[in-house]
């Protein structure tokens, strides 16, 4: 990989109750967040942004996956993915890199998914917080499985850097209850 990465942060979370009642069992989502150099960093506006996404994003997308999937420590059911750029980057350049299938077909391998993986991105100051949706990986009108995760990294982005993440969910909501998509059409 051309860029180099600062630091990965892996956030796990399980919720135990929810509205006053145990999740059995609990409820587990996963979170690889990698802090990297922005490849385009201090060469001006860039017109082909395709050659870097080419060499960066397949070895990013696997890193990710493999660490979201193993963080995880059970099957992927919601999934999705972030990009947030320093402020002396473009929106463009998180978006390039997440926004290819070289990236993207690493969770969708890893996770045995088919559905289109939802990702937020931005660019902010270091320390923002920020959600990343997440949705059912072969079934996007899985209610129980439309859900967020929110993090941050402290001392990133700084204003040269990108922050890629992936985010996993081992089932839907807790205590999900609402009625499915086809009871309203």
Same mark, same amino acid.
């Given at each position: 990989?051309?860029?180099?990465?600062?630091?990965?942060?892996?956030?796990?979370?399980?919720?135990?109750?929810?509205g006053?009642?145990?999740?059995?069992?609990?409820a587990?989502?996963?979170?690889?967040?990698?802090?990297?150099?922005?490849?385009?960093?201090?060469?001006?506006?860039?017109?082909?942004?395709?050659?870097?996404?080419?060499?960066?994003?397949?070895?990013?997308?696997?890193?990710? +996956?493999?660490?979201?999937?193993?963080?995880?420590?059970? %099957?992927?059911?919601?999934? =999705?993915?972030?990009? $947030? /750029? #320093? @402020?002396?980057?473009?929106?463009?350049?998180?978006?390039?890199?997440?926004?290819?299938?070289?990236f993207?077909?690493?969770?969708?391998?890893?996770?045995k998914?088919s559905?289109?993986?939802?990702?937020?991105?931005?660019?902010?100051p270091?320390?923002?917080?920020?959600?990343?949706?997440?949705?059912?990986?072969?079934?996007a009108?899985i209610? +129980?499985?439309?859900?967020?995760?929110?993090?941050?990294? %402290?001392?990133?982005?700084? =204003?040269?850097?990108? $922050? /890629? #993440? @992936?985010?996993?969910?081992?089932?839907?909501?807790?205590?999900?209850?609402?009625?499915?998509?086809?009871?309203?059409?």
């Amino acid at each position: 990989m051309s860029t180099a990465i600062r630091s990965i942060t892996t956030y796990v979370d399980e919720t135990l109750t929810e509205g006053g009642r145990p999740v059995e069992p609990a409820a587990r989502v996963a979170v690889v967040l990698a802090v990297l150099t922005n490849p385009w960093a201090g060469q001006g506006f860039v017109t082909e942004l395709g050659p870097t996404i080419d060499e960066v994003a397949p070895d990013l997308g696997k890193l990710l +996956s493999d660490r979201v999937v193993t963080a995880l420590g059970a %099957p992927v059911e919601a999934y =999705g993915k972030a990009a $947030i /750029v #320093g @402020l002396d980057g473009e929106i463009e350049h998180g978006s390039g890199l997440i926004h290819t299938l070289k990236f993207g077909n690493h969770f969708r391998d890893a996770a045995k998914a088919s559905t289109l993986l939802p990702a937020v991105e931005k660019r902010a100051p270091a320390g923002t917080v920020f959600d990343i949706p997440l949705k059912h990986v072969t079934d996007a009108t899985i209610r +129980s499985h439309h859900q967020s995760v929110e993090v941050r990294v %402290p001392d990133a982005p700084r =204003g040269e850097e990108i $922050i /890629v #993440g @992936l985010a996993a969910a081992a089932q839907g909501r807790p205590q999900a209850r609402l009625a499915s998509l086809a009871s309203e059409q």
